[in-house]
């Protein structure tokens, strides 16, 4: 199979235009674009009248590309993917009708073949986008608490193959095991298959690997497939045949192959996630026609009722996550995916529910090799709709798991909308439509358990329990219902504490509440972990929160900078990975006298100046693996620092110094990656701060700042703009293939003006 990155080159419309997929359509009044693209980049990020930027991007419009094939493609089978279009598409080729795909969340391959012109001569692709408010299909149907957005928000790839090529291939692990968990693990296996073992092995495994062939061609085929496991290094593994197979035309087989048993293969885990290759390979007529890899982990778990990965038990210590940025929402580079997984591994979890839809594929891939358990869920929030609509949500669970299936990260698959209704009479209402996705999941994929999210205030009522997982947003019972059993949402208390302009006093009360939900995980022997709600602060329709639609719930805020709660997270890390000490407190005039020190060192000692406050042991939410430092009657003192020292094994190993913030003296700028490359989706994001002169920042400014770009980049975000908690962002892109310098300046009345400089190249 040979994959081209179909991202480069297209045309863009935001009209509806008729016949949008003519051959000789006039294209002069189209914008030339990279994707992933947003259909209509918001003017603001916030606002009263957010309103009625959410109904901008609510429209149809069209995006067309050309392209070349030579007569090398003549006996191939051309196929286009889309990751991802947000919501519903139709795709031609050369004037021809493909087909369509209703979802904003989840792939679609067609078939192009018959309609591509190979002999150089000019192929086009054109594609209707409907970003309207679509309720016939998930998550809509009723509000939702979070924006869809609009555009082609993900990669798009042609394939080259054979007519005879592998459609998919599901790679599982069923028998891993250590000789030693045999008797502990028996008791899953409708959660993971296990058999015994060779005693020889101090662990074993098995691969087992479903392969499904298409024939795309006017002939039967005869074929078989070998499959190869590879170790990072490339060195091989183990090999498998089939038997030799007929393929019909226009059909496919499935080829099953079990290997025989691997001895002491290196297991995926949250602390060593090996990565092995498996390479498929289809062979007719003696000759290699289609080849594909894809990326597997050895590894096994239960919930029974904690969750034990190969053998060890460990607490879900999770985190929410919604995909998207402010002004363009999901259309994002994968880069900046990746960049998220790696930031909510760096705060602490070990854990990540993909709330409330299946989420971008580079995103998955990182959790992968990072570590990073996943609970992924198909879209929907608070509503069920009729049969159509339960028809496309079940489309919607088989296309995210046969896209995911093959991702050791994941360990449940959501079969609920999130907060469907679950009362008794709904269960019973919805009875058949809980029992079909279960009954889906469990027959696309055997290897993994299903949850179902309920919504709090109808925990009581809730008696239909079908999943493997007992799932529940904001309840905290000492005995559950049912086990095993996730708080797959925590920590409710959203407002003011959650904003980025809070007070220090409002801060820490937002540390003590988040403090409280994990104390509750870690001391219930019955509770198998929780996901907090959330990771990052979000747009959203709802604005219960009446915070200008953005929902200050995040870990971080919209820009993705850190909040004093997030050292919380930070703070369970093992000090070998980092030494953690952060002071939450401002340490201003009218500063609380309570100061909270977020530490994984076995003590801290505190000062006021030269004034020793006390040096002590963790001595809050003592369950937690790392508690929370409290210090009382700490007294403000003028022109006097605030120090901590932590220490382990008695030794000082860090200092942490707070200032009080003075006078506003400088705006610093600062860009995430100072080189991108000008592949016209490239990005990084930026921040501006607003510091004294000693460096530190101004937690309650909000005054306006003035941005400017010049050179070769394209400016995402609000020219002018008001600082929030001292700081704001705002996102650089690239231009396709124009290289150079790109400067953002940041400019305010009465202090210096802040810079930075970033370095466009045509290729890494």
């Known amino acids: 199979m040979q994959t081209l990155s179909f991202n480069t080159n297209w045309l863009y419309t935001p009209c509806d235009i008729k016949d949008g997929h003519a051959t000789d359509l006039d294209e002069r009044g189209f914008e030339a674009v990279c994707v992933p693209h947003a259909n209509k980049i918001l003017a603001a990020h916030r606002g009263v009248d957010f309103q009625t930027h959410i109904e901008s991007y609510r429209f149809v419009s069209w995006y067309r590309r050309h392209f070349t094939l030579d007569r090398h493609c003549i006996s191939k089978r051309i196929a286009i993917t889309f990751q991802g279009v947000a919501t519903a598409s139709e795709v031609y080729v050369?004037?021809?009708?493909?087909?369509?795909?209703?979802?904003?969340?989840?792939?679609?391959?067609?078939?192009?073949?018959?309609?591509?012109?190979?002999?150089?001569?000019?192929?086009?692709?054109?594609?209707?986008?409907?970003?309207?408010?679509?309720?016939?299909?998930?998550?809509?149907?009723?509000?939702?608490?979070?924006?869809?957005?609009?555009?082609?928000?993900?990669?798009?790839?042609?394939?080259?193959?054979?007519?005879?090529?592998?459609?998919?291939?599901?790679?599982?692990?069923?028998e891993v095991t250590n000789v030693a968990e045999v008797a502990k693990i028996t008791e899953v296996a409708k959660i993971t298959e296990v058999t015994n073992v060779t005693e020889a092995a101090k662990t074993s495994a098995r691969l087992h690997a479903n392969v499904n062939v298409t024939n795309s061609g006017?002939?039967?085929?005869?074929?078989?497939?070998?499959?190869?496991?590879?170790?990072?290094?490339?060195?091989?593994?183990?090999?498998?045949?089939?038997?030799?197979?007929?393929?019909?035309?226009?059909?496919?087989?499935?080829?099953?192959?079990?290997?025989?048993?691997?001895?002491?293969?290196?297991?995926?885990?949250?602390?060593?996630?090996?990565?092995?290759?498996?390479?498929?390979?289809?062979?007719?007529?003696?000759?290699?026609?289609?080849?594909?890899?894809?990326?597997?982990?050895?590894?096994?778990?239960?919930?029974?009722?904690?969750?034990?990965?190969?053998?060890?038990?460990?607490?879900?210590?999770?985190?929410?996550?919604?995909?998207?940025?402010?002004?363009?929402?999901?259309?994002?580079?994968?880069?900046l995916q990746a960049a998220d997984a790696d930031l909510i591994k760096a705060t602490g979890c070990n854990a990540v529910r993909a709330s409330h839809y299946p989420q971008c594929p580079a995103f998955l891939d990182r959790c992968d090799e990072i570590g990073l358990l996943v609970f992924e869920e198909p879209?929907?929030?608070?509503?069920?709709?009729?049969?159509?609509?339960?028809?496309?949500?079940?489309?919607?669970?088989?296309?995210?798991?046969?896209?995911?299936?093959?991702?050791?990260?994941?360990?449940?698959?959501?079969?609920?909308?999130?907060?469907?209704?679950?009362?008794?009479?709904?269960?019973?209402?919805?009875?058949?439509?809980?029992?079909?996705?279960?009954?889906?999941?469990?027959g696309l994929d055997p290897t993994r358990p299903t949850h179902g999210s309920r919504v709090e205030f109808l925990y009581e009522q809730s008696d239909l329990f079908q999943e493997d997982i007992y799932t529940v947003n904001y309840r905290y019972p000492d005995v559950p219902k049912f086990t095993p059993f996730i708080i797959t949402e925590h920590t409710m208390s959203w407002g003011e504490q959650g904003t980025a302009n809070a007070t220090d006093t409002q801060a820490m009360q937002w540390i003590d509440d988040w403090?409280?939900?994990?104390?509750?995980?870690?001391?219930?022997?019955?509770?198998?972990?929780?996901?907090?709600?959330?990771?990052?602060?979000?747009?959203?329709?709802?604005?219960?929160?009446?915070?200008?639609?953005?929902?200050?719930?995040?870990?971080?805020?919209?820009?993705?900078?850190?909040?004093?709660?997030?050292?919380?997270?930070?703070?369970?890390?093992?000090?070998?990975?980092?030494?953690?000490?952060?002071?939450?407190?401002?340490?201003?005039?009218?500063s609380p006298r309570r100061v909270l020190v977020l530490s994984n060192c076995d003590e801290v000692e505190l000062r006021v100046g030269d004034t020793l406050i006390g040096r002590i042991t963790p001595n809050r939410y003592v369950n937690l693996p790392r508690p929370v430092y409290e210090f009382n009657n700490v007294c403000y003192q003028a022109g006097q620092d605030l120090t901590a020292i932590g220490y382990i094994q008695g030794q000082s190993v860090k200092t942490t110094v707070r200032k009080t913030p003075l006078a506003a003296k400088q705006l610093i700028v600062a860009a995430d990656y100072s080189h991108l490359i000008a592949d016209g989706t490239d990005m990084t994001a930026c921040?501006?701060?607003?510091?004294?002169?000693?460096?530190?920042?101004?937690?309650?400014?909000?005054?306006?700042?003035?941005?400017?770009?010049?050179?070769?980049?394209?400016?995402?975000?609000?020219?002018?703009?008001?600082?929030?908690?001292?700081?704001?962002?705002?996102?650089?892109?690239?231009?396709?293939?124009?290289?150079?310098e790109i400067t953002c300046a940041a400019i305010a009345p009465g202090i210096a003006a802040g810079a930075v400089t970033i370095f466009v190249g045509l290729q890494d």
């Not at 896209?403 to 209402?429: C, F, Q, V």
Request: with cysteine; glycine share 8%.
């Open 94 to 174: 050369n004037g021809h009708y493909i087909g369509e795909h209703k979802g904003a969340y989840t792939p679609f391959t067609l078939d192009i073949t018959p309609y591509v012109h190979c002999d150089g001569s000019d192929n086009i692709i054109a594609v209707r986008v409907d970003s309207s408010q679509r309720k016939d299909l998930p998550p809509e149907g009723h509000q939702v608490d979070y924006l869809l957005f609009g555009g082609i928000v993900r990669d798009v790839q042609m394939h080259i193959t054979d007519p005879l090529h592998v459609a998919w291939a599901f790679i599982s692990t069923p």
């Open 687 to 740: 921040t501006v701060t607003l510091v004294d002169e000693n460096g530190t920042r101004l937690p309650y400014d909000t005054r306006e700042v003035n941005i400017t770009l010049t050179g070769s980049g394209k400016f995402i975000g609000q020219p002018c703009i008001h600082l929030e908690g001292g700081r704001v962002g705002f996102i650089v892109q690239t231009e396709y293939g124009k290289a150079g």
């Open 379 to 442: 879209p929907g929030w608070q509503y069920i709709g009729d049969e159509m609509w339960q028809a496309h949500f079940l489309r919607n669970l088989e296309e995210m798991i046969l896209r995911d299936r093959n991702h050791p990260s994941i360990i449940s698959w959501g079969t609920r909308p999130n907060e469907a209704p679950t009362s008794g009479d709904a269960d019973r209402s919805f009875g058949e439509f809980f029992a079909a996705t279960h009954a889906l999941s469990r």
């Open 218 to 335: 006017d002939k039967e085929a005869l074929c078989r497939i070998k499959a190869t496991l590879t170790d990072a290094a490339g060195k091989t593994i183990l090999t498998m045949d089939t038997p030799e197979a007929p393929v019909a035309a226009g059909q496919s087989h499935i080829f099953e192959q079990l290997s025989e048993v691997i001895t002491s293969p290196r297991l995926w885990s949250v602390n060593d996630p090996y990565l092995y290759n498996t390479i498929i390979q289809v062979q007719a007529n003696g000759k290699i026609v289609d080849e594909y890899t894809t990326r597997i982990g050895f590894r096994y778990f239960s919930f029974d009722p904690l969750f034990s990965l190969n053998g060890e038990t460990m607490k879900i210590l999770g985190i929410n996550r919604h995909e998207q940025w402010p002004w363009i929402g999901r259309a994002v580079p994968n880069k």
């Open 515 to 590: 403090a409280k939900s994990l104390d509750y995980c870690f001391a219930n022997d019955l509770v198998a972990g929780g996901f907090g709600w959330s990771m990052f602060d979000y747009n959203n329709e709802v604005n219960y929160t009446k915070t200008e639609h953005v929902f200050p719930s995040g870990l971080y805020d919209i820009f993705r900078h850190d909040k004093p709660v997030s050292w919380l997270y930070r703070s369970q890390r093992d000090p070998s990975e980092e030494v953690v000490l952060f002071i939450a407190n401002y340490w201003t005039p009218n």
